[in-house]
């Protein structure tokens, strides 16, 4: 009989966030969403920013549900049943604060690139602009209130 759960690790550079059953996950990869179902396929996918959302089985009379968090960078890889997640970053959903995000946007957007090196221009500006984008997402799921963090 197929397996109903696979087992889903999310992992920071500071801590072991979720080791934990799971029956669904939603992952953002840098060129999109991707889904994960039990048995599925061997995949190793770059990490992107975005909202990661995990479903939990059900135990018992106790319903699983879902939380999400906020991740940036990273990798993931789905073999033998096993989800890994090696993010750069991830921020539980509770944790985000709209109001906190949008002052992290205004920040953001008032900067400008003051390098004069061409390269560490372009650096400056991409990291300016994925300071925003992390900002934005911060908005839009602060705002949304999506399920539990993790």
């Known amino acids: ?11 920071t550079p500071t801590a072991q966030v979720l080791d934990e059953p799971a029956v669904y996950a939603s992952i953002p990869a840098w060129d999109g969403l991707f889904g994960v179902l039990p048995n599925r396929g061997p995949i190793v996918a770059k990490l992107g920013l ?63 690139p003051t390098e004069a090196d061409p390269t560490r221009r372009r650096l400056e500006t991409e990291r300016i602009h994925r300071d925003r984008e992390r900002a934005r997402a911060k908005i839009r799921l602060a705002r949304r209130g999506v399920g539990r963090g993790l």
């Open 1 to 11: 009989m197929a397996e109903k759960t696979f087992q889903c690790r999310l992992i």
């Open 50 to 112: 975005g909202e990661l959302r995990i479903d939990f089985p059900d135990k018992g009379t106790a319903k699983g549900g879902s939380r999400s968090c906020l991740v940036e960078d990273g990798f993931v890889q789905m073999v033998n049943n096993r989800l890994t997640i090696l993010a750069a970053k991830a921020f539980p959903v509770e944790t985000l604060n709209a109001s906190e995000a949008e002052a992290e946007l205004n920040e953001a957007s008032a900067r400008t």
